[in-house]
């Protein structure tokens, strides 16, 4: 086995990961950093985040209301220490993102335009048309090549972390393009490696969106925090589950149901006013209007579809002019793939899987439990996302938690002792597990298979809506898949591209990653944010103001601990949306 | 109703056990969103687990997926088979190696992308208290086409100067340096020369054109190029007349 | 076992014939020839005109011949589309900006057009023939 030697890693080159590796270069140019990600930067999944990023920057808004609105949004379940620090930062890092070259749309006199999202008092999205996400990441990545302590190893899986005492030494990952499996010695390890919403058979996340770092983490011991809050976006498109931004609606779209009527009004989010009201209607947070689409649709209120019930996105009276300058990408989607011009057409949409708020648990230096391990990004939970997520959080989150992940390691690094030869063991038994599964005979489980009943089995137990019955059935489900995945076939026996391999690996990540969302959705009942019960619809404060901590058990089901939520300035209330927001 | 079938021609190699590629055919679905991407997800799914390829997003905007599609460079998540007839050949990117099946050897393209200086570089830096700069929208304007390249490589496969002379700089890369030259906050155009308006730079490109009508992102790279030929034979012609820099 | 990038080698004569729009951007290039064979004839009646009538009459015969006729015929079409394709692609070399906008492509390819015109006009009348 190659063995590769370097101060940092840092698992995945997408945002978070560029962000945390640029930050360490800033801070020590003689510490090493090693990017490795199973993809080419520029492929990651932050390429698809469209809409924009919130900081305050306008002198009507202010630091306050950004904090309040995240609280709000996050169902009171975001730690209020690192929301306020995330607020504080966020502005100074879009800043720097302009100084890197990101092309920010822009207001007549030049400065950066903002544009409303949902949940928000006062619009403050900065964007790039409506591939912002795309234009942070090519940013980011050619920022990165400025830096001659940065270097890459592209098209490498990472497989394990190895961990020695409580601290972490490296990790192992396996060359895609020769299936040769690689030591990578590192003082301290950035995962920033993203989400996991592959898990969901309907999603807007790219293939590549495994939950691989996250399982990583998890097995080496690190809890996984809030994994029963899952984000679904209201507007994807049917069948692709390709992702409309929120900024559709930022812009002014309307969400019909198939009465042609502007539905939210019924679900406390009205009045409907022609013009986008803040924090009203179809700027509802997002965890509100996927529910309410599961309502009108119970109440045969939505249109049926060879791709299931839809409702209708209505940006006919926003113009042509407007929606090719801001929202081009959409326009082009909608177009090729539901055969519907937005500036004609009634664009059909419905709730899809889009985003983790939970993931490997952190402080609010990025570390986590293990010493030398942090982890910034989607696949990390600070938190400042509790039980929702707002729209335009995400993209800031990656940057301010990336960079500080970045500087912290970059301190831990100088107080590192070289690691202990256990490591050695544990990378040759890594590799072993890998080789093990690369001679998997031809026949017996097909990984496709199991993704399906994987992928149908979350969508079914832990949708919009939840009781203890459907996710016991999604649990049952994970059980048995973890124990068809010892009699796993291997089709392609080459050492070249093995992609046969590559989503085996995934497929054993996503597993693990679902088990512990369906099993703290199972502890969790009470109703907060993302999680619906239906068996226990209320918020219960007294019970589960907690942060879910599942443990990694490899024998059963995950061990569910809580944690305490950090409450500072704003104490726990009704989330009030529509004409009586305040 | 009996489904409509196609037949996928897919190029195959497999480097332990092929000398050189071969087409295998396999039968698949084709239901009226479905793009050529997912039909080759569905035979890696229900057929051949053994095909490799590259993809991510299936919405324009990763870059992975980029194939030649019935001799067009394409996204395969963009090829709708219903712009297709019976028979679809699907074959990996042309001018570069082939790694196995539809994957090809990309470090190449990435040396030249990182070799133009694809980065800002600000006339002085600027500190974070100063707050951003200011960019009108005509500014904006003015390069934000060049910033839309997904790095595809699709305009790599289209151009015959690339495979004839493999040490042209290419489409995409040039493009890129001349995005950040058009930016309003950048001065890094000098220092971009030495590589863009060097012979393996914009003087390999004879001006084919293929770049840009392949380009999924209508970014014009051909477009991009001619103009840095035309602002590089302007600097060179200045510089004899009197007081004409550095010559 | 391991790695083997198999290489494909672009043929280095034949390459266009591989796709229409190569051998459209051939006919292109090709038809800079037409252009300089036309200057050619035209030196050559140049010359024929400084040595005498005679020789200018000859010159004359021939390019007004039933094969000169021909010959113009060929080299006025390439020249058409040597410049109908240059034109087209003027927009992409030479952007345009006015405040936010640019100029519109067709309106680029357009000034071009009247130009060409208003030119030959001119050269037709300096011929006597308009």
């Not at chain 1, 190893?153 to 409580?166: A, I, K, S, T, Y």
């Not at chain 1, 690691?419 to 001679?439: C, Y």
């Not at chain 3, 357009?110 to 009348?125: E, K, P, R």
């Amino acid at each position: 086995m190659d063995t590769v030697t370097t101060d940092i890693a840092v698992v995945g080159a997408g945002g978070a990961g560029l962000r945390a590796a640029i930050a360490a270069a800033e801070a020590d140019p003689a510490v090493s950093v090693l990017l490795v990600s199973k993809v080419y930067p520029m492929r990651s999944h932050t390429c698809a985040a469209e809409g924009g990023a919130a900081a305050v920057a306008k002198s009507d808004d202010s630091l306050e209301y950004h904090f309040n609105d995240t609280v709000t949004g996050a169902d009171w379940l975001a730690d209020q220490d690192a929301v306020e620090l995330f607020v504080n930062e966020i502005p100074r890092e879009l800043t720097l993102l302009e100084h890197w070259g990101c092309p920010w749309s822009r207001e007549d006199a030049g400065e950066v335009a903002v544009r409303p999202f949902g949940g928000m008092k006062i619009k403050r999205t900065w964007y790039a048309a409506d591939k912002t996400g795309f234009h942070m990441l090519h940013t980011l990545f050619q920022t990165s090549l400025k830096y001659p302590s940065i270097k890459r190893l592209d098209e490498h899986f990472c497989v394990d972390l190895l961990v020695d005492d409580g601290r972490c030494h490296g990790l192992t990952a396996m060359e895609v393009r020769t299936g040769r499996m690689k030591m990578i010695k590192a003082k301290a390890v950035i995962i920033a490696s993203g989400g996991a919403g592959r898990i969901f058979a309907f999603t807007t996340n790219g293939a590549i969106k495994t939950g691989d770092g996250m399982a990583m983490a998890y097995r080496a011991g690190v809890p996984l925090k809030d994994m029963e809050f899952v984000q679904y976006h209201p507007t994807g498109l049917p069948g692709s589950g390709i992702l409309l931004t929120e900024g559709c609606r930022g812009e002014g779209g309307y969400l019909l149901n198939k009465d042609n009527y502007r539905y939210l009004q019924d679900y406390n989010l009205g009045p409907a006013e022609d013009k986008p009201r803040l924090k009203a209607m179809e700027l509802g947070p997002r965890d509100r209007l996927s529910q309410a689409f599961y309502h009108e649709s119970q109440k045969g209120r939505t249109v049926e579809t060879k791709w299931g019930d839809v409702v209708y996105l209505d940006m006919r009276h926003l113009g042509e002019k407007l929606i090719d300058e801001r929202l081009p990408l959409v326009r082009d989607l909608a177009r090729s793939y539901v055969n519907a011009d937005p500036v004609t057409d009634l664009v059909p949409v419905r709730p899809v899987v889009h985003y983790m708020m939970g993931g490997i648990h952190t402080d609010i230096n990025a570390a986590t439990t293990i010493d030398g391990l942090y982890a910034a990004g989607e696949c990390a939970c600070v938190t400042i996302n509790g039980a929702n997520r707002l729209g335009s959080n995400s993209l800031g989150e990656l940057l301010v938690f990336g960079a500080r992940a970045g500087r912290f390691a970059v301190e831990h690094v100088k107080s590192v002792k070289a690691p202990g030869d256990i490591i050695e063991k544990q990378a040759a038994d890594s590799e072993g597990r890998v080789k093990a599964l690369f001679r998997r005979p031809k026949s017996g489980e097909r990984v496709a298979a199991m993704r399906n009943a994987l992928t149908l089995s979350m969508e079914d137990g832990c949708g919009i809506y939840r009781t203890e019955e459907t996710i016991r059935s999604t649990c049952n489900t994970i059980t048995d898949l973890r124990a068809r995945f010892q009699d796993l076939a291997l089709e392609d026996h080459s050492n070249v591209f093995n992609t046969d391999l590559y989503q085996a690996l995934e497929l054993g990540c996503m597993i693990e990653v679902a088990h512990t969302v369906a099993q703290s959705a199972l502890e969790r009942k009470e109703s907060r944010g993302a999680h619906q019960r239906l068996d226990y619809e209320a918020r219960d404060d007294a019970t589960y103001l907690k942060h879910s901590m599942a443990y990694y058990n490899p024998n059963g089901d995950p061990r569910i601990d809580y944690a305490d939520v950090v409450i500072t300035k704003s104490q726990p209330a009704a989330r009030v949306y529509g004409g009586s927001a305040a | 109703m009996t489904e409509r079938k196609i037949e996928l021609e897919v190029l195959r190699y497999r480097p332990e056990q092929d000398a050189e590629p071969w087409f295998q055919t396999y039968t698949v679905p084709c239901p009226e969103e479905w793009v050529v991407l997912d039909a080759l997800n569905y035979v890696k799914d229900e057929i051949d687990r053994t095909l490799s390829y590259r993809w991510s997003c299936h919405m324009f905007v990763c870059g992975s997926c980029g194939m030649v599609i019935d001799g067009e460079p394409k996204l395969a998540c963009k090829a709708f088979l219903r712009d297709y007839g019976d028979k679809i050949r699907v074959e990996p990117l042309a001018n570069f190696p082939i790694e196995r099946d539809l994957v090809i050897v990309m470090d190449d393209f990435m040396e030249k992308l990182e070799s133009v200086k694809p980065y800002l570089i600000p006339k002085e830096e600027k500190s974070l208290d100063e707050g951003s700069y200011l960019q009108t929208p005509a500014q904006l304007k003015a390069y934000k086409q060049y910033s839309m390249c997904i790095n595809c490589m699709l305009c790599y496969s289209a151009c015959p100067q690339y495979g004839l002379a493999p040490e042209f700089i290419g489409p995409a890369a040039l493009a890129l340096a001349h995005r950040y030259n058009m930016d309003s906050r950048d001065v890094g155009r000098k220092a971009r020369e030495d590589t863009v308006a060097s012979h393996e730079g914009i003087w390999e490109c004879s001006f084919v054109g293929a770049c840009s009508e392949v380009c999924p992102k209508s970014v014009d790279p051909a477009g991009a190029i001619q103009q840095v030929k035309f602002s590089s034979a302007i600097d060179y012609f200045t510089s004899w007349l009197p007081g004409g820099g550095s010559r | 076992m391991s790695r083997k990038p198999y290489q494909r080698e672009l043929p280095k004569t034949t390459w266009f014939l591989r796709h229409a729009r190569y051998k459209k951007y051939m006919l292109h290039e090709i038809s800079a020839i037409a252009v300089a064979v036309y200057l050619l004839i035209l030196i050559v009646g140049l010359f024929r005109l400084a040595q005498g009538p005679d020789a200018w009459a000859g010159w004359l015969a021939f390019v007004t011949s039933p094969l000169g006729l021909v010959i113009h015929l060929i080299v006025f079409g390439l020249s058409l589309v040597h410049t109908t394709a240059w034109f087209k692609a003027v927009p992409q070399a030479m952007r345009i900006q006015r405040g936010e906008q640019f100029v519109p492509g067709p309106t680029i390819v357009g000034a071009h057009y009247v130009v060409w015109a208003a030119v030959s006009v001119f050269v037709l009348i300096l011929a006597g023939v308009a």
